[in-house]
């Protein structure tokens, strides 16, 4: 079985995307802060679901990453 190394990478840079990019967009002025943040989560969750490739659990937690997302920029305020 050949090890799949994009995973790992893509995890980690996630991450360090994550803990850099929040922070900043938290400093914008409003409304832009829920905006851009249920935009990011929006578009997480189109490439998990993209790149999960026929894998259904990473697909339902695309879409809820998506749900979320965009519940964030509309009504979570």
Do not use: H
């Amino acid at each position: 079985m050949k090890p799949d190394l994009l995973r790992p990478l893509l995890g980690i840079l996630g991450l360090a995307i994550g803990f850099t990019v929040y922070p900043l967009v938290n400093r914008a002025p409003d409304p832009w802060p829920d905006l851009l943040v249920g935009g990011m989560f929006a578009l997480l969750g189109v490439s998990a679901w993209v790149y999960a490739r026929g894998e259904r659990w990473i697909q339902v937690l695309g879409t809820l990453l998506m749900v979320y997302g965009l519940a964030r920029m509309l009504f979570l305020r």
